[in-house]
């Protein structure tokens, strides 16, 4: 049974201690973090692309890409969502096994702390990527290599639940994501309707 939480006011570590000193800026303030968030992911790409041209032993291509995405999904949920937007999420399993998602945003004048900049490259990295490796499922299939598909499937579900769970944070965790579509196509409808009454 999935249980989902959010704790709106959770401290993020002591992000909060320094959040004062600091002021939003259009900077990169974490650039390690900022060059990790895209390296691991971006280079599993790029070996992925290569690995026909190059020629090298399937295997080792296949082992290689698994350990950047591995990289990657380990680094953007538990380094680079906590410095670059102040986002992080974690399942945990209580004493009876149910399974609770916990989605973390900082709070306060915590949030003060993500500069444009990196948020930027955060979500940039964090949604064209998982597109990229949806593609590939498809090129994969329609070009019959179906040897890659293991290898494709496993980015879409590294980094799409990554992409997952950070929509969640940001949107907060007891939202729903089809409750929140259905109040924006909602609210699109009704702004449309009015307008139409007002030209009328």
Not at 9 to 15: G, H, K, M, T
Not at 162 to 186: D, E, H, I, P, Q
Request: one cysteine or more; proline letters at 2%.
């Amino acid at each position: 049974m999935l249980a989902d939480t959010n704790d709106e006011d959770v401290s993020l570590f002591d992000a909060e201690d320094d959040a004062g000193k600091r002021s939003k800026k259009s900077g990169v303030k974490h650039p390690v973090a900022a060059f990790f968030h895209l390296f691991f992911r971006v280079s599993a790409i790029i070996v992925y692309l290569l690995a026909e041209l190059i020629g090298g032993s399937f295997i080792a291509c296949m082992v290689t890409i698994i350990l950047l995405l591995s990289c990657d999904f380990w680094t953007v949920k538990n380094i680079t969502g906590r410095l670059m937007v102040g986002l992080r999420w974690w399942n945990q399993v209580d004493d009876d096994g149910r399974s609770h998602w916990v989605f973390e945003s900082r709070k306060g004048t915590g949030k003060q702390q993500a500069s444009d900049s990196e948020s930027r490259i955060f979500w940039l990295g964090l949604i064209v990527c998982p597109i990229l490796w949806v593609i590939f499922v498809f090129s994969t299939l329609f070009s019959f290599r179906i040897k890659w598909m293991p290898v494709v499937i496993m980015g879409v579900v590294l980094q799409g639940a990554n992409l997952y769970g950070y929509v969640r944070c940001k949107v907060g965790g007891k939202t729903s994501l089809k409750n929140m579509a259905t109040n924006y196509f909602g609210r699109q409808f009704l702004k449309q309707t009015l307008s139409k009454e007002e030209e009328s």
